[in-house]
């Protein structure tokens, strides 16, 4: 995935109301942007650290730009947009990266599913049935260790879709929890029980159920990324 038109970077100033965050460009211009991210950003940013953005000319948009990546207070790259996940998995997906998933004839994005009227990120069809797939991006990293974590902040909804997939895996469906970990410099992803027990307790019985727990680690760039490899998932 190339960032297209290429991103511009900055030096964040504040985030706040959860998606705004105002920026200095290089030049010295302030300008206050869209943060696509509806979680805590935690260990994410710091202020004064390097942002990179996309600038939209589009005369409908209030604002003039999108945050897209940040330099967290380890020196690490995160890609803070969360909609860029499902379209790396695709991308990934397509490209044979993710080898666990290779081989389907048919891909489907945001299906409907289960007994909580849930959208599946992707229902993958083989020959011998469906997968269903849902994609949560990782960005929660520690100092001194390279196990990221997720959630970054209490997720209800993502507790319910570990419920639907696991009601799914009962019922001999093949369900897979995917963690795209969009943070560079990681080699294991486990679940925040810290900030948020019930999803890692939900993981663990979903895990029991028969769920496919898998983590692909991004590299990550200004000019681009790409999901390159699989991680460790420690439950």
């Not at 970054?152 to 319910?160: H, L, Y």
């Not at 009601?167 to 410099?185: D, P």
Request: hydrophobic fraction near 40%; aromatic fraction near 6%; charge should be neutral.
């Amino acid at each position: 995935m190339q960032f297209d038109p290429p991103l511009e970077e900055g030096r964040l100033l504040r985030r706040y109301k959860r998606f705004l965050a105002d920026i200095e460009t290089a030049s010295g211009e302030q300008l206050t942007i869209h943060c696509p991210n509806t979680g805590s950003m935690l260990n994410c940013m710091s202020e004064g650290c390097r942002v990179w953005f996309s600038r939209s000319n589009d005369p409908k948009r209030k604002l003039p730009g999108t945050w897209e990546l940040g330099e967290t207070p380890q020196g690490r790259l995160a890609c803070i947009n969360t909609a860029r996940a499902n379209a790396l998995v695709e991308e990934a997906l397509r490209g044979g990266v993710i080898g666990e998933l290779a081989g389907f004839t048919g891909l489907k994005r945001e299906v409907r599913f289960g007994e909580e009227n849930s959208r599946a990120d992707f229902r993958l069809d083989y020959a011998n049935g469906p997968a269903w797939v849902e994609v949560k991006s990782v960005t929660l990293g520690f100092p001194d260790t390279a196990v990221a974590a997720f959630p970054d902040a209490r997720t209800e909804r993502g507790a319910k879709h570990l419920r639907e997939l696991a009601n799914l895996a009962r019922q001999g469906v093949r369900a897979v929890q995917l963690y795209c970990v969009n943070l560079t410099g990681i080699e294991a992803v486990r679940a925040a029980a810290e900030i948020d027990p019930a999803y890692a307790a939900g993981l663990r019985e979903a895990r029991a159920a028969g769920v496919e727990v898998l983590a692909y680690g991004a590299e990550i760039t200004p000019q681009g990324m790409r999901l390159v490899r699989r991680l460790e998932v420690l439950l």
